[in-house]
Nanobody, 114 residues
């Protein structure tokens, strides 16, 4: 059974940093691309970052280099380092993999507020 478990969400002040983690199990982790998405109530889920099986990374242009995705294949973990956070980054952040079907974690709440 494929399982993704996010952690690390918190309340952070504008301009601050946060690192999210996602623990994966149930599939051959090192062979698969993984992604981070985020969602705010009333809006569609938004793609934030991808790390491919070969560690190549991709981001949407609107992030302007503020986020960094990484992976540790020995631990079956991916991470999202988020810097220069602003209130628009407030959302529930989800880990995703497509292994026969779309699989999401339960999400972790990030709130950026003073």
């Amino acid at each position: 059974q494929v399982q993704l478990v996010e952690s690390g969400g918190d309340l952070v002040q504008p301009g601050g940093s946060l690192r999210l983690s996602c623990a994966a199990s149930g599939f051959p982790f090192s062979l698969y691309d993984l992604r981070w998405y985020r969602q705010v109530p009333g809006k569609a889920r938004e793609w934030v970052a991808t790390i491919q099986w070969n560690e190549h990374t991709r981001y949407p242009d609107f992030l302007k280099g503020r986020f960094t995705i990484s992976r540790d294949n020995a631990k079956n973990m991916i991470y999202l380092q988020m810097d220069r956070l602003n209130p628009d980054d407030t959302a529930v952040y989800y880990c995703h993999v497509f292994y026969s079907k779309d699989t999401w974690g339960q999400g972790t709440q990030v709130t950026v507020s003073s």
